[in-house]
């Protein structure tokens, strides 16, 4: 059973910091990994898919690496801004189905 | 194009009722799947299907039935609702296992 952590659970940095966000997996045998953004009381927005053979993928201030064979995806934030503050989780998909971390509670302090 | 719909939003149940949770996408996606959400668990997968008339149980199947006889519908069904399903619901869908669309949700409250 694939079980992914993520680290740490919850973080508060101020305005313009960027974050780092970890996700570790105990199965590499992945076919993809997506990272979710979640609002209080909301659904999941999709932010970055990474694939398997991929190392890393970039979207505006967003950057996503992933290392498969260690079991490791790092979400980089950049500049950080009050409106990121959300829960990210990290889903890794394998076997048809997502396997979803408890995720990371960002706080942005203006 | 509104995605991936779940209908009801809120909903309170009394122990022992059923009911069904709608969700329903138009995107064509040939992947749908159920999870509910708790507190200090994540999401967790109950049902899902890779297309029309094939479903499969998830990680947390117990109480709950699912069928798809369409592309576009996958509705979960309680069918003797416990305290213990009181959670938040997710339907989500993807075409050829890349990304993955949620609806809002369905917050289910049993009492």
């Known amino acids: 059973k694939q079980e992914v952590t993520q680290i740490p659970a919850a973080l508060s940095v101020p305005e313009g910091e960027n974050l780092v966000l970890n996700c570790s997996f105990t199965d590499s045998a992945i076919y993809n990994l997506q990272w979710f953004r979640q609002d209080p009381g909301k659904g999941l927005t999709s932010l970055l898919l990474?694939?398997?053979?991929?190392r890393e993928q970039t979207s505006g201030r967003l950057n996503a690496s992933l290392d498969k064979s260690s079991g490791r995806s790092t979400l980089y934030i950049a500049a950080s801004q009050p409106g990121d503050s959300a829960t990210y989780l990290c889903?890794?998909?394998?076997?048809?189905?997502?396997?979803f971390g408890k995720g990371n509670q960002v706080v942005v302090i203006p | 194009n509104a995605g991936v719909t779940q209908t009801p939003k809120f909903q309170v149940l009394k122990t022992g009722q059923s009911m069904t949770l709608q969700c329903a996408q138009d995107?064509?996606?040939?992947?749908m799947s159920w999870y509910r959400q708790d507190p200090g668990m994540g999401l967790r997968l109950i049902h899902y299907s890779v297309g029309a008339g094939i479903t499969d149980q998830g990680e947390v199947p117990n109480g709950y039935n699912v069928s798809r006889s369409t592309t576009e519908d996958f509705p979960l069904r309680l069918l003797s609702a416990a305290p213990s399903q009181t959670s938040v619901y997710f339907c989500a869908c993807s075409y050829s296992r890349e990304i993955y669309t949620f609806g809002s949700g369905t917050r289910l409250t049993v009492v």
């Open positions: 995107m064509n996606h040939e992947y």
């Open positions: 889903a890794v998909n394998g076997n048809n189905r997502l396997a």
């Open positions: 990474i694939q398997s053979s991929q």
